[in-house]
């Protein structure tokens, strides 16, 4: 939280409860280097610690953010802050919102009165994070999220653990700004939108951040979070089985992004075929 995050002490004991006296022991030891470096071959990624609100304005929107859907990806440049990944934000089925990572619009479980308890993403050893949810109805989803070179492939998957074939799966997936240094202006310039690439391009330098996803159903963004979306519509899944769509996260530095763009969309066509 501290060294990557730049965490206040009091943000820390928000996030971790623990006494103000046993936090600044512990950070008296605490080195300077994170103990996840990134470079230009690999990317650094992180769960997102939570307490801090992912996003600047549109706060009414994203009441109690879960901090299990979000991790932290780090641009290879120097002092480039890092994007928040919500992975998902949401998901939608033909039975209607039955997975939302905050309170805003209710989901299908508010009438029920259940409630989706946070779960923390698990770090592997390599450096990637995965993470499994179940909802009170047996379906189950989670997210991969691998550093790689230059940014991050990701994987989000729904296992349908109903007796009915679920229809009509529509996700949210939603890089949030705010922390991006150079990226989090609340406007529309310097950002475009073309199915299924989102890209958002630095204020001040041939910078950008890219998100695809295969199967996008919508690529859009809010100014006000502000926020990139690529949306993707998850394959129907029949009782007991279990679909997925693969994505990635990209930072470019240069001046010829057109070329980096049809790059990555080349190879994104190349993903089913394997």
Known sequence: MVRDHQYTLEEVMQVTALPKRDLEKRLAHLGKKS????NDARIKALP???GRHPRIGFLDGAIDPLRGTKVSIFPPWENGGYVVLDIPEAIFSSMGLVFL???HVPTIWNAQNAVIEN?????????GLHSEWRLPNGV???????PGPGGADLELWLENGTKAKLTQLRTQICAMLKAATGFNEQNQEHKEYNQPLAVVKARNADRYVLLAFEHCGRAWGNEKCPCMHSDPVLPDAAAGERVSVRGRLLFYEGADIQSEKERLLK????WRKR
Do not use: K, N
Not at 119 to 127: K, L, M, R
Not at 267 to 270: Q, V
């Open 140 to 146: 189950a989803f989670g997210a991969q999220v691998t």
């Open 267 to 270: 190879e994104m066509r190349t």
């Open 35 to 38: 103990a996840f470096p990134g």
């Open 48 to 50: 997102y610690p939570g």
């Open 101 to 103: 990572a905050h309170t």
């Open 119 to 127: 779960q923390d993403w698990i770090i592997e050893e390599s450096g």
